[in-house]
């Protein structure tokens, strides 16, 4: 069960799913967007309330994702979320009788642990997303926790979730990003000067995190550098850009939405993104070093802050540092190749498979 906040959530969904099913082909799998599902409307405006609340409101944003932040979810905003978005859900419940629940999305982890709660009798996992356990994912009805890193499983035993019901796994990601292909074949596939460096940029499912400043920025490197520009799902920032004259060159490639961003990471040197839980997981087991741009308050500034922290990325705190790296990265690469040999070191950590193996045996218990 997931939720359509964003793109992450689902694709971790997605990408648990492909690894299950892998290891077990006889496991029958559903994806299900809750919310979507349940109350199509009342999420849809939900949605559209929290992009503009946390692009446009950052501040009230912030304040709000902080209030009670290290505090398990109450049951009194259980059954609000519950009230708005899942009231139908012993309907769902009773058509496909889960042996197992699996949440990669905090309101649906939420909905589920309340159910128990009430007595409905189901396992359950839950995913989390993002590299901070914020108290609204904590729910002591949840029997398996899998967590991004050690601090993220600190946090939620501070709040009472027991060492034995959480595993560090890393975010899941889709089998395709573990499989790292030749570079230069990999550049030709996608139409790509092999003898060119590459910066990718990405702002995540909805093109957030300040693509055309970013990309104006590039744009002056474009006779030394490849340029990948993918604007996920929002298509009026990509009209934008190709109209942008500075944009139209050869070295400068203009995405939508792709299926095929391991391929896109793959081909790159540099990622210039804000730091989603997902995004940030990909870069790091496809090796590529980060450079992170206007995070979102909230969940992704405590993103940012982790990988900062552990020597994985760079915050770039204005245009000004976009061009030093690019500069770095053309010219003088050895602090980006510091940040490429301090990802290479902190994939030896990561093993997707222990959560997969975990789910399938507690699945069978």
Not at 173 to 189: A, C, G, L, Y
Not at 272 to 279: A, D, R, W
Not at 289 to 317: D, T
Not at 318 to 333: C, G, N, S, V
Request: some cysteine.
């Amino acid at each position: 069960m997931s939720e359509p906040f964003g793109l992450g959530h689902t694709k971790v969904a997605e990408g648990i799913a492909q690894r299950i099913s892998m290891y077990d082909s006889s496991i029958d799998i559903k994806i299900i967007e809750l919310g979507s599902v349940l109350k199509p409307f009342v999420t849809s405006v939900f949605v559209h309330s929290y992009q503009k609340l946390s692009t446009q409101l950052p501040s009230l944003w912030r304040r709000l994702y902080h209030f009670q932040q290290h505090q398990p979810v109450s049951t009194s905003l259980q059954s609000f979320i519950y009230q708005l978005f899942h009231r139908k859900i012993e309907d769902l419940l009773e058509q496909y009788n889960p042996d197992l629940v699996i949440c990669t999305h905090p309101f649906c982890s939420s909905t589920v642990a309340r159910k128990k709660r009430l007595g409905f009798d189901v396992k359950q996992c839950t995913i989390l997303t993002d590299c901070y356990a914020h108290g609204i994912w904590v729910q002591p009805e949840v029997d398996l926790y899998f967590v991004p890193n050690q601090d993220v499983k600190n946090q939620i035993m501070n709040m009472g979730i027991s060492s034995s019901q959480i595993s560090v796994t890393g975010i899941p990601v889709d089998p395709k990003f573990s499989i790292n292909d030749n570079k230069h074949q990999v550049k030709k596939r996608l139409n790509l000067n092999e003898d060119l460096p590459t910066a990718l940029i990405m702002g995540g499912g909805l093109g957030l995190g300040g693509i055309p400043k970013i990309a104006q920025t590039l744009s002056k490197w474009k006779e030394q550098l490849q340029i990948i520009i993918c604007t996920g799902t929002n298509d009026k920032l990509k009209k934008s850009l190709l109209e942008n004259e500075d944009l139209q060159h050869s070295n400068i490639k203009i995405l939508g939405y792709t299926d095929h961003v391991n391929e896109w990471m793959q081909a790159s040197d540099l990622l210039i993104t804000k730091p989603g839980g997902l995004t940030c997981f990909e870069a790091i087991f496809k090796g590529v070093p980060l450079l992170i741009y206007q995070p979102l308050f909230g969940h992704e500034e405590e993103n940012c802050r982790f990988f900062v922290k552990h020597g994985l990325a760079i915050k770039l705190s204005d245009e000004a540092m976009i061009d030093d790296y690019i500069y770095k990265l053309l010219y003088d690469p050895e602090d980006i190749n510091k940040v490429r040999e301090r990802i290479e070191q902190f994939q030896q950590k990561l093993d997707p498979q222990r959560s997969v193996k975990s789910i399938v045996d507690f699945l069978y218990q």
